[in-house]
C-alpha cells in the first residue's frame, strides 16, 4: 500500500469519524431545545458518517493497508436556531466535499486507478449531502426560523430513517 495513500485514508477516516461527532452534537443540541425531528434526522447523519468513516477502513484493509485511529476533535456545544444547525452541517459537508477532492487529486498524482474508483462513490454522496443540507435550509426560510412552520417540518424529519449505506454493501 502506498504510505501516502494509507495516511491520507486515515486522516479521511478522521474526518468522517469527528463529521459523526458533530452531527451528534447538533442533534443533542436539536432535542434539547424540543425538536425531536431535527434530532432524529441528524442521528440518521451521524449514522451515515460512521458508515463513510468504515467505508475508508474496508477499502484500506482490503489493500493491504493499516487502519490508525486517531483521536477525534471535540464538536461545538451550542449551534443557535434549527436553521443554524442546518447551516452548520451544510458549511462541514463542503469542508468535507473539499477533503474527498484532495484525495481524488492525490489519487490520481500516485496513479492509484483504485483508489479513484473507489472514490468517485464519495464524490456523488457529496453532491447528495451538499442538496440534502440546501433543501432543510431553503425550506426552514421559506417556513420562518420559529413557530407553527418549524413544528410541522420538525415532525416531517422525524420520518427519516437510517439505510445501511451502500458503500458497505459491495
Ligand atoms: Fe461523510
Ligand atoms: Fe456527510
Not at 59 to 79: Q, S
Not at 154 to 159: M, N, Q, S, V
Amino acid at each position: 500500500m502506498n504510505p501516502t495513500i494509507q495516511s491520507a485514508i486515515n486522516k479521511q477516516i478522521n474526518e468522517e469519524l469527528f463529521s459523526a461527532y458533530l452531527y451528534l452534537a447538533i442533534a443533542s443540541y436539536a432535542g434539547s431545545k424540543g425538536f425531536p425531528g431535527l434530532q432524529n434526522w441528524m442521528t440518521v447523519q451521524a449514522q451515515e458518517e460512521i458508515d463513510h468513516a468504515m467505508g475508508f477502513q474496508i477499502h484500506l484493509l482490503r489493500r493491504g493497508g493499516e487502519v490508525e485511529l486517531d483521536a477525534i476533535e471535540k464538536p461545538a456545544k451550542e449551534f443557535g436556531s434549527p436553521l443554524d444547525m442546518v447551516k452548520a452541517g451544510l458549511e462541514h459537508e463542503k469542508h468535507i466535499s473539499g477533503c474527498i477532492n484532495d484525495l481524488f487529486d492525490l489519487a490520481q498524482k500516485e496513479k492509484d486507478f483504485a483508489f479513484q474508483s473507489f472514490l468517485t462513490w464519495y464524490i456523488d454522496e457529496q453532491v447528495e449531502e451538499e442538496e440534502g443540507a440546501q433543501e432543510l435550509i431553503d425550506k426552514m426560510t421559506i417556513l420562518g426560523d420559529n413557530g407553527p412552520g418549524v413544528l410541522a417540518l420538525d415532525k416531517e424529519l422525524a420520518a427519516r430513517a437510517y439505510k445501511p449505506s451502500s458503500i458497505l454493501i459491495q
